[in-house]
């Protein structure tokens, strides 16, 4: 037994429990000794371990989730008021959360909601529907050619696929956290299948999905959750950095894929593309992948996978 990596993954665990408690319950107040206690550790030790952990203290960390959810709802419901967002976001009063906006994204909401919205992903940069580029938090926009505002940059980023809205199931996981870089989620999965294969978790039949908890649009890349799970059925009792976690049912964009590990990017675009003329805007539930085969038994080593993104009418 290495006593020194279970208890490294035993911390990460709790963390994650209480990462999850925040995201589940954003529109609450959450006190520190609440997050203790999910975390089973005194509020003491809690405050330093988290620190340690995540790199930022709990109440950062809360805000920062509550101010990049809220700049993410903006954007995806312009009809929606600043009030109950700001309301649905756990800020008891406009003006408070107006300040903390402010401070944090350097411009009013009015400002934040006016800014062209992230549609595309080149290269890092991040471009409207127009192809104009735009800024994250802190970061200023790369000056591009004018021949990428063409046709010809569409076509670039654009696939042809099938999209269609569909009525998806709840998703029972358990799931290994990466934060971090999208193509260092591998790691995640070795984790995750080196925990499940010993318990019979691991078959032919096994599908995982990766589920995405923040916007990169919004959440530096450094920052940004995302889970690498095992669709299970029935209860499977956890440990470690083995967490459990459940993708609600509902109404989703779903748009199936057949790619190489480099066109991910490419088929994103594609789904962010389709929504911006669907009707639809995102909803509240997370987005995930669904893949449907391991991509080193494909002849071409690629993805058979669903990109599935949440909606509902604009």
Partial sequence: MDIKEDSRKEYIARINRVMDFV??????TIDLARMAKIASFSPYHFHRIFLYVVGETPNDFILRIKLEKSGQLLHDNPKESVSDIAFKCGFVN????SRAFRNYFGMTTTEFRNQDKAVYV?????YSKNCKAVSKIGKHPQQISPQFCSV???QLIIMDTKIEIKQMPELNLIYCRHMGAFNQIGQAYEKLFKWAAPRGLVTAATKTVTVYHDDPAITTINKVRQDASILIEGDVKVEGEIGKSTVPAGKYAVGHFEIKETEFEQAWNTMCAWLTESGYQPADSPTYEYYHNDYNEHPEHKFIVDICIPVKPL
Avoid: H, P
């Fill in 152 to 154: 010809e940059f569409k």
């Fill in 23 to 28: 995201g589940q319950n954003i529109d609450q």
């Fill in 94 to 97: 406009i003006s408070s959360f």
């Fill in 122 to 126: 080149k290269n890092g940069i991040r």
